[in-house]
């Protein structure tokens, strides 16, 4: 393995953060390096955030607008002549939410 990555990997075992690689000719193809068990926790879809510290609950609401957004752009890029003005969250999105917001009320 390449010495410089394997440092890398050594300080993200040792501190628990994220290394983000950056690759400016492709974009597309940048990537985050994390954590085994921060990867598994990322994946994870809990049935409810009972179990989650405030800053993981931050971390999954935050992903949770991230995609909502994503998929807002890409329902947005409609072929020419559609009416890209209107639009709505899906239903599947908008009750996750409220089911979230209800659960971190209920924590509070």
Do not use: C
Request: charge should be negative; avoid cysteine.
């Amino acid at each position: 393995m390449n010495e410089r990555l394997e440092h890398f990997i050594n300080l993200i075992a040792k501190t628990g953060d994220k290394l983000l690689v950056y690759d400016r000719y492709n974009p597309d193809a940048s990537f985050v390096v994390v954590s085994l068990s921060e990867y598994e926790r990322l994946t994870a879809k809990p049935d409810n955030v009972k179990g989650l510290t405030e800053d993981e609950l931050i971390d999954k609401i935050n992903r949770d607008i991230s995609l909502w957004k994503e998929e807002g752009r890409q329902s947005s890029e409609t072929p020419k002549g559609h009416n890209n003005r209107a639009w709505s969250i899906p239903e599947s999105r908008r009750r996750e939410a409220e089911a979230l917001g209800a659960e971190a009320n209920s924590i509070n």
